[in-house]
């Protein structure tokens, strides 16, 4: 049976509604599910979801839907059905988090008190940083695989290029999927092929990064497939400005470009590129009330929750613990990583609920299902410390037909349903 919270009509301001669970989780996304279920099957009693939504997304498969090769339907369901049995979901946002108090207070005035919290609200997406972009996002050819709602229009205006310029940017800050950039530029420019406009296709690649992988074993791969596209790659570029009437984006060069590094006083160097097509990655960071929270790493802000990298436990509130993309882990934000980060958050919560110390260790597993072209896809895993970690008995660093196959049908049915009910 599903216990879920009745809707209180609040006034803001004042508390409405006092709830307490022995473990409550804020975010009922792909790390806030795996460690629900998880718990459950262990015969946890008394966990509680904060989870605004109604809908939960397989975000994996954006990069399909926005190249035509996937439906976007398929990516979503009702919340209430992904919520595991006997877990109370309490449809409410997380405002503020007073770990001294073990208190989560919501948008819609209710306080939920705690005795041991997960953190697992996800990353947030700042389109705000680019200048100009939320107003042409959607229109102008200017689209993003990481919204529900624009990855088809990525499909769309890719059937409508016919030559010209296809653009493909990538923050300087952390983001979900660090692949899901540069997946779909290769997708459009397979496209490009297949219909046969390629040569009047310039693909570029302006990214704030330093490289194209940062895994040795994986750029090998990766700057085969560039090559063989004749993308431009443009790294130390971080995008700052869009105009999407003029369809020209303006990109920044980072610090450690070498005209930045030979005059570091003067002001940073900007490059306008026009575009026919632009896919946008926005810079990301930690949900607004975890950066605001005690919670926060004070070395970055960006706000991650501060954890052990290897027990997932709060560097300084021992009955607190985050996992997936809202965490400090030095590592890929991944589903993927998301499925070896639960059972050792899982293990070690139940051992200091018992009173002992976590002593599950998480390596920083993560992998990147690398598609490269309608029907090739190669597996990236990799551990902490950018350490190549092929798992699987086939040669990982071909593009392959069965990787593609995995990634179109056998991950999203072990996401559904082996994941999410903690099987997997
Ligand atoms: C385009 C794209 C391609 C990707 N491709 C892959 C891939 O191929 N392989 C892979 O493994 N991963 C991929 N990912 C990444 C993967 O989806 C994430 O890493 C994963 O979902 C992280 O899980 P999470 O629970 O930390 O965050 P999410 O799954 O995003 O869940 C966070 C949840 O927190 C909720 N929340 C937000 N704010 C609050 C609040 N204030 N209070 C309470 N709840 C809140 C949200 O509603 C959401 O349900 C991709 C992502 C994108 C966008």
């Given at each position: ?259 930045v590094k030979a005059a570091p006083e ?14 946008v990655v926005p810079p990301q960071s930690a949900p607004d009330f975890i950066k ?133």
């Amino acid at each position: 049976m599903i216990i879920r919270e009745e809707k209180t009509i609040t006034v803001r301001s004042q508390v409405k509604e006092q709830l307490h669970h022995k473990i409550l989780i804020v975010g009922g996304g792909t790390a806030g599910l795996t460690v629900a279920a998880q718990l459950r099957r262990k015969g946890v009693e008394d966990v509680g979801v904060l989870e605004p939504s109604d809908k939960h997304y397989y975000q994996a498969a954006w990069t399909l839907v926005g190249a035509g090769a996937y439906r976007p339907e398929a990516t979503v369901r009702p919340e209430e059905h992904q919520i595991p049995q006997g877990i109370r979901w309490i449809q409410d946002a997380a405002e503020e988090i007073d770990p001294i108090k073990q208190v989560v207070r919501t948008r819609e005035g209710r306080e939920v008190g705690y005795d041991f919290l997960v953190v697992a609200a996800g990353i947030q997406l700042d389109w705000h940083k680019i200048e100009g972009l939320e107003e042409t996002l959607g229109q102008n050819g200017v689209s993003s695989n990481y919204r529900f709602d624009l990855a088809p229009k990525t499909w769309a205006f890719m059937q409508q290029l016919k030559g010209g310029v296809a653009l493909f940017s990538a923050p300087s800050t952390p983001v979900k999927c660090g692949g899901a950039p540069q997946k779909i530029m290769y997708l459009t420019a397979d496209y490009a092929r297949r219909r046969g406009f390629a040569r009047g296709l310039e693909v570029v690649f302006g990214s704030a990064g330093t490289t194209i992988f940062a895994v040795p074993e994986i750029k090998a791969v990766l700057d085969r497939v560039i090559e063989r596209y004749g993308i431009d790659t443009r790294f130390h570029h971080e995008l700052v400005a869009v105009d999407g009437h003029k369809k020209e984006a303006t990109f920044e060069l980072t610090a450690n470009h070498p005209k930045v590094k030979a005059a570091p006083e003067a002001p940073k160097p900007r490059i306008t590129i026009p575009f026919d097509f632009l896919h946008v990655v926005p810079p990301q960071s930690a949900p607004d009330f975890i950066k605001q929270s005690p919670l926060a790493d004070p070395s970055t802000p960006l706000g991650w929750v501060e954890v052990n990298k290897h027990t997932l436990q709060h560097a300084r509130f021992p009955n607190v613990f985050s996992l997936g993309d809202a965490s400090s882990l030095p590592t890929s934000k991944t589903g993927a990583a998301v499925r070896k980060q639960a059972p050792v958050l899982v293990e070690n919560l139940l051992s200091v609920m018992k009173g002992q110390e976590p002593s599950r260790q998480y390596d920083g597993y993560t992998s990147c299902p690398l598609v490269t072209a309608y029907g090739k896809m190669f597996l990236a895993e990799f551990l902490y410390d950018n350490k190549w970690h092929p798992t699987l008995p086939i040669n990982t660093q071909k593009e392959r037909y069965d990787m593609w196959l995995l990634k179109k049908h056998g991950l999203p049915f072990m996401y559904w349903n082996l994941m999410l009910k903690g099987q997997a």
